[in-house]
């Protein structure tokens, strides 16, 4: 099983998270990933890394942001999801990525599945502007 993902604008220049799944050398539709819309409130999401452990069992993992004000504005949040016998849940903000996040620019870049529920995701935070730390997070 293949996946791919990826960010497209919808009809009303908001930004989405979309996962396509492969199975048995047949792609099957581009979906909205759940969640990722109630995360961003209008401003925007991506998934920019996919693993998939088994056959309908994957992760996910990217950014969301919101919308702000002012000419120096971000809110860019981590994001992961997961599959679960064929069906996506609801993506959610990285546990503690908020919290870290002092200077609003935050997103998971990779994650690896080992096999179904077992997985880990990396990716960075911002302590200021000019100041990145990276992180990981495990699913077990």
Do not use: H
Not at 63 to 72: E, K, L, M, R
Request: proline content about 3%.
């Amino acid at each position: 099983m293949l996946g791919v993902a990826g960010g497209y604008t919808d009809s009303s220049g908001n930004g989405q998270a979309y996962v396509i799944n492969q199975v048995s050398g047949i792609w099957g539709k581009a979906e909205e990933v759940p969640g990722t819309a109630a995360l961003s409130s209008g401003g925007s999401a991506e998934i920019v890394a996919v693993s998939c452990a088994s056959a309908g069992n994957c992760s996910a993992a990217g950014f969301y942001s919101v919308p702000c004000q002012g000419i120096q504005c971000a809110d860019q949040q981590a994001l992961v999801v997961s599959e679960v016998n064929g069906t996506w849940g609801n993506a959610e903000e990285i546990p503690n990525t908020a919290t870290l996040n002092k200077g609003n620019f935050a997103g998971a870049g990779s994650v690896s599945c080992t096999s179904p529920g077992r997985c880990l995701a990396g990716g960075f935070y911002s302590v200021s502007a000019s100041n990145q730390q990276a992180f990981v997070v495990n699913e077990t």
